[in-house]
């Protein structure tokens, strides 16, 4: 009596709950439960019946049936996951990854006469909805750019992503679209996370906000992709390149000993170019940037300087170059301390000369004082000669004959 109902428990739960399947390969969502027939055992108890287990390792690695697990009706639950009913079914009421492999019956009936089944066993979960992490909002033309990762979690077996542009897919050629994935496996649900990295150069003139959307496929069982919400990036063409100047303070590049010089790189464009440096005609070893600054700069900094814009649509542009030199060095700028030199002591020359001349003239100027008075006395001296000759001269004229 107590057998009989529950068996008929058994049979009420399995139709609610669990699903009876009688073919030989069979899909089951993790989680749910699973019943496998008995072909050819009697309905009621006492049956002759044995279940065996193979896993898929031992299938597809070794082959060997002593790796077969018995289990058997007398016996209690094997491994808490596996029951064999009064029927002769076997019921796993949660199946998993771990459940995975071949199930095989062999029953005897009470006429003697023996059935065999097999079951290949597979299991499957379908993860949410795909999504796009880290989008674009702007796209080059011209430019190869990455446009989003794709990621799905919690699949099983792993499945696949795929990309569309314009609800059409993208096939990575390795040139204008290019795919990075990578699969991991969670170490204790065994699930699958997939991701996806899309990189595209979009064309010159084509959309200006084109649509692009991943989708997963799932490996088992079969049935429609899952999508992610699309995105749409902005695409702007890239504008030309001007002129690469190079502006450099102090202006003229000249400096003294341990002074500081600024080099700027000045290359208008979107988005915009990697600067590289370059002296005397070969790059330096520095990382990308506009500015060059060379603090407490001694005679091995001297030299012609530029610098080169790199733009991925345009290619390398170089400025004119600019000639750094130090005051007092010899070298390269000995021609021109001596010019300065010079000028130096032409102007200290010409000062003398003025000098030498408004001292000239002061001393002319005052001999023409001290030369005038004297010339006066003279004529005075003259005028009271004169003067007493003519008294004279009347005297002699009257005391004639």
């Known amino acids: 009596m107590a057998a009989g109902a529950a068996a008929g428990a058994w049979v009420l739960v399995l139709s609610l709950w669990g699903a009876v399947v009688g073919g030989q390969n ?12 008995c072909k050819g055992a009697p309905k009621k108890p006492p049956q002759q019946l044995e279940w065996k287990l193979a896993p898929p390792f031992c299938l597809q690695n070794t082959g060997r049936t002593e790796a077969w697990k018995v289990l058997s009706p007398q016996g209690g639950p094997w491994d808490s996951v596996a029951h064999v009913l009064p029927n002769g079914s076997l019921l796993l009421p949660a199946i998993g990854i771990q459940d995975e492999g071949t199930f095989r019956c062999r029953a005897t009936n009470r006429n003697g006469k023996e059935t065999k089944s097999n079951y290949r066993v597979r299991v499957y979960q379908i993860p949410g909805k795909p999504e796009i992490v880290d989008p674009a909002s702007e796209l080059m033309a011209g430019i190869p750019s990455k446009v989003g990762t794709c990621v799905s979690k919690g699949g099983y077996p792993a499945g696949t992503l795929s990309w569309h542009l314009d609800g059409k897919p993208l096939v990575p050629d390795g040139k204008g679209v290019s795919v990075k994935e990578q699969t991991w496996r969670h170490p204790e649900t065994g699930l699958f996370t997939l991701q996806s990295e ?16 991943c989708s997963f496929s799932p490996g088992l069982p079969r049935r429609r992709a899952l999508h992610a919400a699309p995105i749409q990036p902005s695409v702007w063409e890239p504008e030309p390149l001007e002129e690469v100047q190079l502006v450099v303070e102090p202006e003229g590049g000249v400096v003294a000993p341990g002074g500081t010089v600024t080099l700027t790189c000045k290359a208008p464009a979107q988005p915009p170019p990697q600067i590289h440096w370059m002296k005397d005609g070969v790059p330096l070893s520095l990382s990308p940037s506009p500015v060059l600054i060379l603090p407490e700069v001694g005679p091995q900094d001297q030299g012609t300087y530029s610098c080169v814009a790199t733009h991925p649509s345009h290619g390398p542009q170089e400025s004119p170059t600019v000639s750094i030199s130090i005051i007092g060095s010899v070298g390269g700028s000995g021609l021109g301390t001596l010019a300065l030199a010079l000028g130096i002591l032409g102007g200290l020359g010409t000062a003398a000369l003025l000098i030498g001349i408004i001292m000239w003239r002061r001393r002319r100027h005052q001999g023409e004082e ?25 005297e002699s004229s009257t005391g004639g004959p």
């Open 198 to 213: 899309l990189m595209v150069t979009p064309a010159e003139g084509g959309a200006s906000r084109p649509t692009f959307s």
């Open 370 to 394: 001290r030369k005038a008075p004297e010339n006066q006395e003279e004529e005075e001296e003259r005028a009271e000669l004169n003067q007493s000759e003519e008294p004279e001269a009347g």
């Open 26 to 37: 069979v899909t089951a969502q993790i989680g749910e439960p699973l019943v496998l027939n």
